[in-house]
């Protein structure tokens, strides 16, 4: 019995002193896949980041998206992303 408190109570007080990450500074929209679609199928421009690994994105992405993992967003995406326009992230 003492052997599954232990392992059990330490998983409790890790998982609960876990704090939720804080909202960004900036504003931050989402989009439905269709809404997207649409207004790309419709002539918008929307620098379009697609967030797996470099992998992924070979196996598969949308059209026109750019590969930018989520581990290097913070690095590069000061000098990759454009600070004016729409701009989404998957």
Request: glycine share 6%; net charge positive; no cysteine.
């Amino acid at each position: 019995m003492r052997r599954l408190l232990i392992p059990l109570a330490t998983a409790a007080l890790l998982l609960g002193a876990a704090q939720p990450a804080a909202p960004p500074s900036y504003p931050v929209k989402l989009i439905k896949v269709g809404d997207l679609k649409s207004q790309l199928d419709g002539g918008a421009k929307i620098a379009i980041y697609d967030v797996r690994t470099a992998d992924a994105y070979a196996d598969m992405h949308i059209k026109d998206a750019r590969n930018l993992p989520l581990r290097e967003v913070d690095a590069r995406a000061p000098k990759d992303v454009p600070k004016q326009g729409r701009v989404v992230l998957y």
